[in-house]
């Protein structure tokens, strides 16, 4: 018993001293824009909502600030171009109706079409 004791109470401190980074909302013309961020600090990722939906452009960053995607939705459904970014590529998404209608690949110059 004395051992579950120690364990809760270790298991609670840890948890108390533990970075929490909250996500930000604010207002901004009849929408809520959201950040949210890694624990250590960097922006994780930013958009809007409307309604409680995903609505108008989103941006995801990688824990080191460089830029994972960026994208549009459309009341909750993804729309448009959508954009991936990784170490050697970079991918263009079209969607319609948050379905997948074409994706292109570039690759070090190269565009490789799938």
């Not at 120690?6 to 909250?22: C, G, P, R, T, W």
């Amino acid at each position: 018993m004395k051992k579950v004791v120690i364990a809760v109470v270790l298991l609670v401190s840890s948890l108390s001293f533990a970075q929490e980074v909250k996500p930000k909302f604010q207002v901004v013309d009849q929408m809520i824009k959201a950040t949210y961020y890694y624990e250590n600090g960097q922006v994780k990722q930013e958009g809007y909502y409307l309604d409680g939906k995903l609505h108008g452009k989103w941006v995801a960053f990688n824990e080191d600030g460089t830029k994972q995607s960026i994208g549009e939705y459309n009341k909750g459904a993804k729309s448009g171009k959508w954009f991936f970014w990784s170490e050697d590529s970079l991918s263009e998404v079209d969607f319609s109706d948050s379905r997948i209608a074409e994706v292109k690949k570039w690759s070090k110059d190269v565009l490789v079409k799938n």
